[in-house]
């Protein structure tokens, strides 16, 4: 492994501005963490905290309306923001790969397993057809699908929920990324399938050395899988470390009450502690700390000023005046 | 490549689990029926169309007294053979009709998953340039481009893939906007395909099938129109045997009692193109999934 990170993303702020430029919403707001390889980094937050726009920024796939202000993205040493759309194109699939909310609604009706699979082959390298079944009904087996060599002739309307995942992972794998980015990949799946699905993301990941981006809302899912932690509020990371800080000593009251939140099996109190009130419309954030108004641990200055960014422990820093 | 490969595969899929749930028979004995008598016109018809006999004007049909089992069906002012015209009128509106629809659907079809795709300008273009199309009265938009470019078959089908690709446009272009937010074309742009391959792998095989239900409603629209530019004289020039052609020539007759040329080509307008929306209406119940009840 190298000194240089893999991923390293300083400052990035991405905005969606309204038509006549009147509405700004501050999706991500100076947003810095690093990545190495073979690393796993989840990103928690609640809808809206800005996570899915940090993904969708890291391969530069914005909608029109967004817009990167500052920062950088540096992956194996270079700016993705300075590349131009075509180079864009084949570090996406090959060196980043991406796995959306909804796998289940990823492959398209009309091409068989093989085809799918094969796709990214044939875009980044130029594959045959025949080639790239070959490699198809390899990473078949590599996800652990039973009968590749029958699988790849299948369409996807023959497999089951939990195969059709599968095969998601492979697309991702097929190219051998350095990178990949999982944006809630397991929300529209049951439980034991997640379990599954999620214990197969690892095993690729060791087997392959890839770093892991793992956006969800789920912390049960973090502590299993990451090795460290960003929590998201308002467009900003509130809290960031390894994950065992993270969950014995969490330093923001964002991060405490969200792990409060968490239901525990055989919890005599019988309510769950829910976070009080809404969180913000990320068009019109509240003034200093994002998180004043529902915060428990509140001070004055929350209100007007906004908390730095400070080390509260190794690799362990938070934003917030608590510990500034 | 591998686009319409697929594309192909569908329509021929969902055609062979048809078989299963029963056809509509009576468009397709029609469709059929008219379609060998095109394609083997020359060795149906007892006469050759254009080729009058003079002797042998206004006969009526077989059984009407003063008529022939020469003539089964009559023949016209200058002693042409009605039911030989109409065998061959039925390739000329077979012709004009499938090439037509198939013109305006490519046509209508690429500008609408273009408009819908990559949106902005481009969209805002096409759709322009369609919203100003749809405003034409469509019969007068192609009588207008027939005095342009003259009078003939090949020009017809010009005529009506300029006039009517509009439809496909429309159609194609809202349907690629809600595919566009499908998953798996999300997943295509994540592993880094190009808009190309998206719209020819991803789109296109998935808008096939609106695309084939509105050639099929628009086979209809277009023999008809056929049939009117004919009927004015900026169609198929005479003294090609169009059905339009035949009914404007009879019209002078009606009065006189010579009901065949005017009733029988009318009628053969009318059923083919009542087929075809049958047949139409009955592969958009087919293919629409919500109507399916899968």
């Known amino acids: 492994m190298s000194d240089t990170p893999l991923l390293e993303v300083e400052g990035l702020s991405t905005h969606y501005v309204s038509e006549r430029g009147t509405r700004v919403t501050r999706a991500v707001e100076d947003v810095s963490f690093t990545l190495r390889d073979g690393e796993t980094l989840g990103i928690v937050g609640e809808s809206g905290s800005g996570k899915s726009t940090l993904a969708l920024s890291l391969l530069r796939l914005l909608p029109p309306a967004a817009r990167h202000v500052a920062g950088a993205i540096r992956f194996e040493g270079e700016d993705l923001l300075t590349k131009s759309a075509v180079e864009m194109r084949h570090i996406r699939g090959k060196r980043i790969a991406m796995i959306l909310q909804d796998p289940m609604a990823s492959l398209n009706p009309l091409f068989t397993i093989g085809d799918q699979v094969g796709e990214p082959l044939r875009v980044h390298e130029g594959a045959s057809r025949r080639g790239a079944w070959e490699r198809a009904r390899e990473l078949l087996g590599a996800v652990r699908i039973s009968a590749p060599n029958a699988r790849v002739r299948n369409y996807p309307h023959e497999l089951s929920g939990g195969m059709r995942q599968r095969i998601v992972g492979a697309i991702a794998i097929s190219c051998a990324p350095r990178l990949l980015i999982a944006d809630e990949p397991t929300t529209s799946l049951d439980v034991t399938i997640q379990a599954q699905y999620l214990s197969l993301l690892r095993e690729l990941q060791r087997a392959q050395g890839l770093a892991l981006i793992f956006i969800t809302h789920n912390l049960g899912i973090v502590a299993r899988m990451c090795d460290k932690v960003a929590v998201m509020y308002g467009g900003r990371i509130v809290e960031t470390g390894p994950v065992r800080r993270i969950f014995g000593t969490p330093a923001h009251p964002y991060t405490r009450a969200l792990i409060e939140s968490i239901p525990k099996l055989g919890d005599s109190n019988g309510r769950l502690t829910a976070i009080e009130g809404q969180p913000p419309d990320p068009a019109a954030l509240p003034g200093g700390c994002a998180f004043h108004p529902r915060c428990p641990a509140r001070l004055e200055r929350c209100a007007v000023e906004r908390p730095h960014d400070t080390a509260v422990g190794d690799e362990h820093r938070t934003a917030c005046w608590l510990h500034g | ?294």
Not at chain 2, 58 to 78: E, I, K, M, N
Not at chain 2, 263 to 281: H, K, Q, R
């Open chain 2, 1 to 294: 490549m591998n686009g319409s490969r697929a594309a192909a595969l569908t329509v021929a899929w969902r055609l062979a689990s048809f078989r299963r749930e029963g056809l509509p028979m009576f468009p397709i004995v029609i469709l059929a029926t008219l379609a060998l008598l095109a394609i083997f016109a020359d060795f149906i018809a007892p006469h050759d169309p254009q080729v009058g006999m003079l002797g042998e004007r206004f006969r009526p049909p077989a059984w009407q007294v003063g008529g022939s089992t020469a003539h089964l069906l009559g023949t016209d002012h200058v002693g042409r053979d009605v039911l030989s015209r109409l065998i061959f009128g039925a390739r000329i509106s077979m012709t004009v009709g499938f090439t037509a629809v198939i013109f305006a659907g490519v046509l209508g079809t690429t500008l609408g998953i273009l408009a819908g795709y990559l949106g902005g300008w481009v969209d805002q273009i096409i759709m322009r340039v369609t919203d100003a199309w749809l405003a034409l009265p469509a019969l007068t938009f192609a009588i207008f481009l027939a005095a342009i470019v003259g009078p003939s078959a090949s020009n017809i089908v010009i005529i009506m893939a300029l006039v009517y690709w509009t439809r496909y446009a429309r159609v194609v272009r809202g349907e690629v906007l809600s595919l566009k937010e499908r998953d798996y074309v999300r997943l295509a742009i994540v592993a880094g395909c190009s808009k190309r391959t998206i719209m020819k792998r991803h789109i296109l095989p998935n808008v096939v099938n609106s695309a084939v239900v509105l050639a099929t409603l628009m086979l209809g629209v277009v023999i008809v129109t056929e049939a009117a530019l004919s009927f004015l004289g900026v169609g198929v020039p005479p003294p090609q045997p169009a059905w339009g052609l035949m009914l404007a020539d009879g019209k002078k007759g009606l009065m006189a009692g010579y009901w065949w040329l005017t009733v029988l080509p009318g009628l053969c307008i009318m059923l083919m193109v009542l087929s075809a929306n049958l047949l139409g209406d009955w592969l958009r119940v087919k293919l629409d999934p919500q109507l399916r009840q899968l």
